[in-house]
């Protein structure tokens, strides 16, 4: 099975930019639908965003939408997300999950170990 791997956290102040990146160990991360959760300190995971396996569509939380980017280039492996305006409250761990199977709509996932965000006032 895939397992993805984050990379690209860091600490930035507010109204900063911050892009992470979501490979692949084991297989490749080009055939499988991947989203972006995150966990803040306290709060229960939320999901973050969504692209299909050939990027041609993706959806967001009405928390990010605007501000941030899903994409992916599978000739590279990776699937990105692009934070920009980034506020305090965007504070959390990110985490990359491929789902098991390209239009599956269950909560199985693939997840990653996660990278940390934090964003300073």
């Known amino acids: 099975q895939v397992q993805p791997v984050e990379s690209g956290g860091g600490f930035v102040q507010a109204g900063g930019s911050l892009r992470l990146s979501c490979a692949a160990s084991g297989r490749t991360l080009s055939t499988y639908d991947v989203d972006w959760f995150r966990q803040g300190p306290g709060k229960e995971r939320e999901f973050v965003a969504a692209?299909?396996?050939?990027?041609?569509?993706?959806s967001y939380a009405d928390s990010v939408k605007g501000r941030f980017t899903i994409s992916r280039d599978n000739a590279k492996n990776t699937v990105y997300l692009q934070m920009n305006s980034l506020k305090p409250e965007d504070t959390a761990v990110y985490y990359c999950a491929a789902r098991p199977y390209s239009g599956y709509t269950g909560t199985l996932r693939y997840w990653g170990q996660g990278t940390q965000v934090t964003v300073s006032s």
């Open positions: 692209i299909r396996w050939s990027g041609s569509s993706s």
